[in-house]
């Protein structure tokens, strides 16, 4: 709950990602930089992105890679280039959709702004401005009978939120509160990637406080399983034995495509993996071998049966919260499941005492997809789908099972370790 809560963006996602490898004993390298073959845990950062990955002492060139793939974005309202605008005595802020976000979820509710700024220095600034700033109001039912049966939102006229009064819209007012947020002098913002977020806390929720309430778990949860789960293995006293080497590769974009040079379908973790084998002496011989061995797990939530709409699941596959991670399968290929891969997965729940739960669409419903068949197709790598079951997906607020969240890490623990 502090990770999320501490990540509004997926630039805040890998910072604090990062810092929690750092103490476990990673250390950055820049990719600008020659890399060195030396044993240890490192990390790569680019925008919001991250691949760490830690080097057993003596691993060969072709030792193979044990990956855990995740993505650090979800959809939301991310602010436009010309942001300033209002109109009849409200100042608003102009926004842009997302991803796929449920749209009614962010009406009403009180909202934060978070981000990246761009300084004239060439270097960048996080931002989060983490209290009630913005909001997007509905319109009374008063002026809308109708809407009980059936919302319709106007993506460019409904959803632009107000933050203030008055009828003087500047050009850069948005900008340069934000650079004094940010201690930084006015007029050295010359870029942003800006984007809202509910600031209500998470919160377990429930009579028996079995449930977690929060924003962001589609996919700030399994980001965190795996960033644990990669600092538990290198930081144990049998790390050097590894048979494998273990990887946390968090990309950025997955909700609009993943087409973008941080994520999962651009280059970033394909060089990062051959850049290791090189340092470590290898050849083009050895990153094939290395590449043939590697399993990946694609880690993303996935649906939860809803007790409101049973008939919306396939009748055979209910998932439940707290019944531990699931195994996405789809025969079309939107994940990248097959028998063999099931049977990894299996191996690293019952080696973790970790039960599992298999998803499979409704027939008549279409399926979602995710950075697994990516992976799979873009570097020959057997991937395999995985994640946990929750409520409310693509909402500014989902929900998950208490215990989900743990037995992911240590399901991911064991599959790391071999």
């Known amino acids: ?11 805040h996602a890998v910072a604090n990602a990062a810092e929690r490898l750092e103490k476990a004993g990673f250390r950055q390298v820049a990719e600008t930089d ?9 990390y790569v950062l680019r925008g919001g992105a991250i691949v760490a990955w830690y080097v057993p002492e003596g691993a060969a060139p072709h030792t193979p ?3 855990v793939g995740a993505h650090t974005d979800s959809p939301n309202l991310r602010v436009k280039p010309r942001p300033d605008t209002g109109a009849h005595g409200w100042r608003q802020v102009a926004v842009e959709v997302y991803g796929g976000p449920l749209l009614n979820s962010w009406l009403d509710r009180d909202l934060g702004l978070a981000g990246r700024l761009s300084l004239r220095n060439g270097t960048t600034r996080l931002v989060n401005v983490d209290r009630p700033l913005l909001r997007v109001p509905q319109l009374a039912i008063h ?3 109708s809407v009980n049966d059936g919302l319709k939102l106007d993506k460019q006229r409904h959803l632009q939120p107000v933050w203030g009064l008055g009828d003087d819209v500047r050009d850069g007012d ?19 990637d800006l984007m809202v ?18 924003p962001r778990m589609d996919n700030l949860l399994s980001v965190h399983a795996g960033t644990a789960a990669l600092a538990a293995v290198a930081g144990a006293d049998d790390a050097d034995a590894l048979p494998y080497i273990p990887v946390l590769a968090a990309f950025d974009h997955e909700e609009n495509g993943s087409q973008s040079d941080t994520g999962a379908d651009g280059p970033l973790l394909g060089s990062v993996l051959e850049r290791s084998v090189y340092a470590r002496g290898g050849s083009y011989e050895d990153r094939a071998r290395a590449f043939a061995g590697t399993v990946c797990l694609s880690s993303d939530t996935g649906h939860a049966v809803h007790p409101n709409y049973a008939e919306r699941h ?22 990248a499941t097959d028998g063999s891969g099931r049977a990894v997965f299996a191996a690293a729940c019952e080696k973790a005492g970790v039960p599992f739960q ?12 995710t950075i697994g068949p990516i992976t799979a197709a873009r570097h020959g790598i057997r991937t395999v789908d995985i994640g946990v079951a929750i409520l409310s997906m693509h909402s500014a607020r989902e929900l998950c099972g208490a215990d989900d969240p743990f037995l992911l890490a240590s399901a991911l623990t064991a599959f790391l370790e071999g």
């Open 1 to 11: 709950m502090a990770f999320l809560a501490a990540s509004p963006s997926p630039y």
């Open 143 to 145: 002026l809308d009978r």
């Open 65 to 67: 890679f044990r990956i």
């Open 197 to 214: 977020h509910s600031v209500e806390p998470p919160a377990y929720l429930g009579r028996d406080n079995d449930l977690v309430a929060g």
């Open 314 to 335: 396939d009748p055979t596959h209910h998932p439940r919260a707290n019944g531990g991670p699931i195994l996405k399968v789809n025969v079309n290929n939107r994940y």
């Open 358 to 369: 298999s998803f499979v669409s409704n027939n008549a419903m279409p399926c979602g997809t």
């Open 34 to 42: 020659a890399w060195d073959g030396t044993a240890g845990g490192k």
């Open 174 to 192: 948005l900008i340069a509160f934000l650079e004094e947020e940010a201690g930084l002098a006015r007029g050295e913002v010359t870029g942003w």
